[in-house]
């Protein structure tokens, strides 16, 4: 019998989203969102990340860390079908999966070093705040981009949402903005995403919230455009 394959954290990720609420669905969708992935134990070393600058795209490998304790399931309900449709994990990007493992495809910023912490940071993340990160790969164009791959039923990105900022909104964006540069954008490109649950029946009128940094995003789908009404600071 072949060796138990134990894993440990290559390294965490500091990611804006602080809750799953609202996370895009897949990367890319929102490339204002920047993560940190800090080396961890061993892999804190500067040398293990010789030559990545070449690269404009990784590869991440993680955990749905906030998902396993809740197992897994052999069929899953797509959000992308309305939830009315089971298919195979498999044949999804589900999270509560056999290993509980993600994959996403994320844009290379810069490698730093801050104190004795090495770090890679990277944009267009679609992971949650802590997410423990088992590998990192190039992305490599020849062999990985499929112009003519079919998209089975996620074929096409999500439309985007229009998005109107209320006055005591604008405020309080610029506010949060000082604080945290790029948080407009990353407001605006979130909900764009219309984060609202997938296949619940939309209550007209709910005000939702979800905290991105140190805060929170209030808003209201009026007509089918967002209405941003605060950006409070937790
Ligand atoms: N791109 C990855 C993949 O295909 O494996 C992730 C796709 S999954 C559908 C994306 C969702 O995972 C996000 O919307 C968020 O709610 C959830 N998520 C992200 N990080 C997580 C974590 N550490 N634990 C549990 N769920 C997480």
Redesign the pocket.
Known sequence: MSAEHRLSPVALCRSP?RQ??A?????NLVPAAIGRLDLQGECNRGEILRGLEQFSHLWLI??????LEQGWKPTVRPPRLGGNARLGVFAS???FRPNG????VVRLHRIGQQGKQHFVEVSGI???D??PIYDIKPYIPYSDAHPDAEGGYAQAAPTAMALVIAPEAEAQLAEAERHQPGFTELARQVLAQDPRPAYQDAEPGRVYGVQLYDWDLRWQVRDGVNHLCAVVPV
């Open positions: 989203y799953k609420f996370i895009p669905r897949q990367p993680f955990s749905f860390h906030q998902n990007r589900a999270t493992l993600g994959l996403s679609d992971l949650l802590g997410t």
